[in-house]
């Protein structure tokens, strides 16, 4: 498991954030902050398609170090 | 997959500037025209699919682009291609030039582009392949496929690509050379102007600060846009809709969504969001979801109202909602219906599995987790999908099950069983299936019959796989017992399952020679006709045809007709099986004394033989080659042939029928030579079997005319005379018979000798078989037989003729395919090099080592007798092995 943050553009409503469930959506000024725990690379390409899939702007990623 | 077509609403909208909604964007239509290839790279709700069908309606280009957009998930480069060719097809060039292919079990992508580039050639006006959602195509090989074709198509045949992300096509080759066009997500962007006539177009007035504001926040995104025109159309103040937007920070598209969505009536929310589950939606399954009637109205009403509803076929019957769309409405089921979203998967999964769309059916039941109904979908139409060759989309659909669930399953393991064995993994095949065996037992009585007879069909897939001959003749046994066991069959779905069955039966028969072959092969094939699967039918055919040469020459050559006639209209005329056509086809012709007309299909079944087949058809392929030779009196490359026939025979695991022939053909063509001690030498060589079978007979017979001993021919043939000694075909008894007439006219036995002429003339007239006379001349015999009492003078004057006129024919005059066969791999180099690839950039697209792809250019150059890359494409296209160059370039 491996602590990420990815930012993308925009506040994220209640519908939008249900199709990130293992994450965590906090507003960061005009943009928001999706943060959480994934198992692999797979699982960060998965949340990745999906922010394409939504049509949301990427705008950085981060791996958080563990603590 | 069915390729988009362009309605004629879309020409209607299209017929004036922002018509219906849709802007019109000179600008961006230029570069769509400009260069050969164009790609439109942005991200979802661009406006990119809006701007292609504007761009083909107003130009009016319509019959003369071909439209494919990429399904959702589509991960199988043949159905990649498959709709790409029928796309093709319904183009005004295409129609004419384009060949009809049908799917089949594992056509290979590489080959399907081969033929189009051959096909394309003489194309001579242009002709545009439109590509949406080109990120949706799973599959690396069709992407290097396609990029094979960018880089080889006549000029012509102009691309345009959309796709969301940008894809690896080899790009930057063609930006360097100023052959691509790019539009890009800030080309799309609307600006202030055309954002205005969009609103304008969809009867929303809006001030111009209000306007400003909603350009803002939207940046000219046009998804957002048209959204916003949804929602601003009949709004009773939309300057408040402006500022309450343009204040939110939510994302654009998710507030818009809600916004339209609530303005909405119940009904339409209703529809839209129990639909979502759906790839694609018609009225019937809209009002089965959506509970209540007219939903093909409301879902052309929301065509109309260009509300991201597109129609995927020209009667306009079946919908489906842009992506972007469909996946913000999934998420509001999820979150406000989760409890009904298991029924709505249900509903939709017996309304396809009724409605025959076995591949949704099953997709619906597995999302629906009703594990047991998706199992008895997939293995019911497991045959179907094979033989239309989706067995991508099975593995696709397998891989969909939880692992537990296929493993306790008779039917899911043997059916992964099937896609271990396609996968190339043997190991993995044969645990699955024991895992079947040990499940079998709990198949409830009326599915029992079916599962054996499937379980059975892939054992022997497996034991043919493995090449253990013993092991295969006990897979086939079990097979033919459960497959005519009485509950084996039920009508409709099973039918096909039985034709399969048959046919593979049928074929492993037919490689070890036994003496049902031919006959399941006809009832496989006969079945197979009346069930409309060709696949089957042409597999039947053409092995049949081969098998069929024993006993009749004209029904093998009535079975080759239509074999190659099937696989001429499906597009066949590359698949394995039709080689063998081709290989009877030109045997019945050589043995008819026809060798020029038998050249050209010897030639094509050498050029559908591929190094790594069966060791058993190259060897087919090699005997005809010798027996063409030989009806050509070019005695030197019969030997040649027979010889490689012969070295191929030692590397098969079973006896092969044709074996004792090409021995006996060998050593005829040594004796023509002149060489009578080696021909000795290996008559005294053969094995006993051998020794005592006729063909063995005909030709001591043939080595003792040589030495002037007509006593001794005699005696070689008095045990073929008298059918002591078998032989594999009647031609054998033919020649018998009239190397006896030599050899008792010789002795002075006019009377006998006539008689044994006769006999010959009986055995030959009915299926032509003139090779032997020609082969073994004797005028004066003949002559005098059409002189006294004969049933057969036109055979006579006929045979005479040849013979008068008949001397050996000079070699083939034109180039002939390489004698060894090309390998897959070989063959993937050689559709390279008439690009301007060097080798270490084929080996990236081919993603092998420089020193591998150096390897197989020494190996091409050698089988094909050149000594550059340049003559190498020169001789491969004189043999056809490439598609000829286009027009220009």
Redo the contacts between chains.
């Keep these: 498991m491996r602590q990420y943050e990815i930012w993308v ?8 954030r ?2 990130f469930p293992t994450l965590r959506a906090q ?1 960061r000024g ?1 943009d928001t902050v999706l943060t959480g725990a994934l198992p692999d690379q797979a699982a960060l390409h998965g949340v990745l398609a999906e922010i ?6 990427l705008l950085e990623l981060r791996r958080v170090p563990p603590r | 997959m069915r390729p988009a077509v362009i309605s004629e609403l879309e020409v209607r909208r299209a017929a004036g500037p922002g018509a219906g909604g849709v802007v019109s964007r000179p600008e961006l239509r230029e570069r769509l025209g400009s260069g050969r290839v164009t790609v439109l790279s942005a ?3 661009s406006g990119k699919t809006v701007l292609l069908r504007s761009w083909i309606a107003e130009t009016g280009l319509a019959d003369y682009a071909a439209w494919v957009t990429v399904s959702h998930g589509e991960r199988d480069p043949q159905q990649f291609w498959l709709a790409v060719l029928d796309a093709l097809r319904r183009t005004v060039p295409g129609s004419e030039l384009v060949g009809a292919l049908t799917a089949a079990p594992d056509l290979d992508g590489w080959a399907i582009v081969e033929r189009l580039l051959k096909d394309l050639a003489p194309l001579d006006e242009p002709l545009w392949l439109v590509i949406d959602d080109l990120h949706e195509l799973g599959s690396d090989q069709a992407l290097r496929q396609l990029e094979l074709l960018l880089m080889r198509a006549p000029d012509e045949l102009r691309f345009v690509l959309a796709t ?2 940008d894809v690896r096509l080899g790009l930057h080759r063609l930006r360097l050379e100023g052959e691509l066009a790019e539009i890009r997500a800030d080309d799309l962007r609307f600006s202030l102007a055309e954002a205005r006539q969009m609103l304008a177009a969809a009867g929303v007035e809006l001030a111009e600060p209000a306007l400003a504001l909603l350009y803002e926040r939207t940046e000219g995104w046009a ?1 957002g846009l048209r959204l916003a025109a949804l929602s601003l159309a009949g709004h009773p103040d939309p300057e408040r809709f402006a500022a309450e937007f343009s204040g ?8 818009l ?2 916004e339209v969505l609530e303005r909405q009536s119940e009904q339409v929310r209703r529809l839209l969001l129990r639909t979502s589950v759906l790839e694609q939606v018609n009225g019937e399954l809209a009002d089965l979801l959506a509970g209540g009637s007219g939903g093909e109205r409301l879902l052309h009403d929301l065509e109309e109202a260009n509300a991201f509803v597109v129609p995927t076929d020209a009667e306009r019957s079946w919908f489906r909602y842009h ?2 769309f469909v ?2 409405l999934r ?2 089921l ?2 406000t219906a989760s409890g009904e979203v298991t029924e709505l998967h249900e509903r939709a999964a017996t309304w396809f599995a009724r409605h025959g769309f076995p591949v949704e059916a099953v997709r619906q039941a597995q999302a629906a987790r009703d594990w047991g109904l998706a199992a008895r979908l997939l293995a019911d139409h497991w045959p179907g999908l094979y033989l239309d060759g989706q067995a991508a989309t099975v593995h696709a659909l397998l891989a969909g099950f939880p692992a537990g669930v296929r493993a306790a399953d008779a039917e899911l393991a043997a059916l992964t069983a099937a896609d271990e064995l396609a996968r190339g993994s043997l190991a993995a095949a044969e645990r699955y299936l024991g895992l079947a065996e040990g499940a079998a037992a709990s198949v409830p009585g009326d599915r029992h019959g079916q599962a054996l007879v499937l379980l059975a069909v892939i054992r022997l897939l497996v034991a043919r796989q493995r090449g253990n001959p013993s092991a295969v003749a006990e897979e086939a046994r079990r097979l033919q017992a459960v497959a005519e066991a009485p509950d084996a069959t039920r009508p409709g779905l099973s039918q096909e399952l039985r034709a399969l069955a048959l046919v593979s039966l049928g074929i492993t028969e037919f490689w070890a020679a036994r003496p049902e072959g031919p006959q399941h092969l006809e009832q496989g094939g006969a079945l197979a006709r009346r069930i409309g699967r060709p696949y089957l039918e042409f597999s039947g055919l053409a092995y049949g045809a081969i098998g069929a040469m024993p006993e009749s020459l004209s029904r093998a050559a009535e079975r080759s007709g239509q074999a190659i006639e099937l696989a001429q209209s499906h597009g066949w005329t590359e698949e394995m099986p039709v080689g063998y056509a081709y290989a009877a086809r030109a045997a019945v012709l050589a043995l008819q004394g026809r060798p020029d007309e038998a050249e050209g299909w010897a030639q094509r079944a050498e050029r559908s033989i591929k190094a790594e087949a069966e060791p058993a058809a190259e060897l087919a392929v090699r005997y005809i080659r010798g027996l063409v030779e030989l009806s050509r009196g070019r005695f030197a490359d019969a030997l040649t042939a027979f010889q490689a026939a012969e070295r191929l025979a030692g590397r098969l695991a079973a006896p092969h029928l044709l074996v004792p022939s090409a021995w006996a053909h060998l050593v005829y063509s040594l004796v023509r030579l002149g060489d009578t001690e080696r021909a000795e030498q290996v008559l005294a060589g053969l094995s006993e079997h051998d020794r005592d079978r006729g063909e063995a007979g005909v030709a001591t017979a043939v080595l003792w005319l040589a030495r002037s001993d007509p006593r001794a021919v005699t005696i070689a043939l008095a045990p073929v005379l008298d059918g002591s000694a078998p032989v594999v075909r009647r031609s054998w008894l033919v020649e018998a018979f009239v190397l006896e007439a030599i050899a008792r006219d010789a002795l002075s036995d006019p009377g006998a000798a006539a008689r044994a002429l006769e006999r010959a003339l009986d055995l030959a007239a009915p299926d032509d078989i003139l090779a032997p006379f020609l082969l073994n001349p004797a005028p004066g015999l003949l002559e005098r037989q059409a002189r006294g009492r004969t049933a057969h003078a036109t055979l006579i004057t006929r045979i005479l003729d040849l013979l008068a006129g008949n001397s050996p024919t000079p070699p083939f005059a034109g180039p002939r395919p390489p004698v060894e066969p090309l390998s897959d791999s070989e063959i993937r180099v050689l559709r390279y090099l008439p690009t301007y690839l060097s080798a270490p950039e084929i080996a990236a697209e081919l993603s092998v080592s420089t020193s591998t792809v150096k390897t197989h250019l020494r190996n091409l150059y050698g089988k094909l007798g050149v000594h550059s890359r340049a003559e190498a494409v020169e001789r491969a296209r004189a043999v056809s092995l490439l598609a000829p160059s286009a027009q220009r370039r």
């Design positions: 553009r925009g506040h994220l409503g209640e519908m939008m249900s199709a507003p005009d394409e899939a939504l049509g949301l702007e | 991200s979802a709700g969301r992300r998804a939110t920070e939510r994302t654009v598209s998710e507030y969504l809600a992506r972007l996946d913000l998420l509001q999820r979150r």
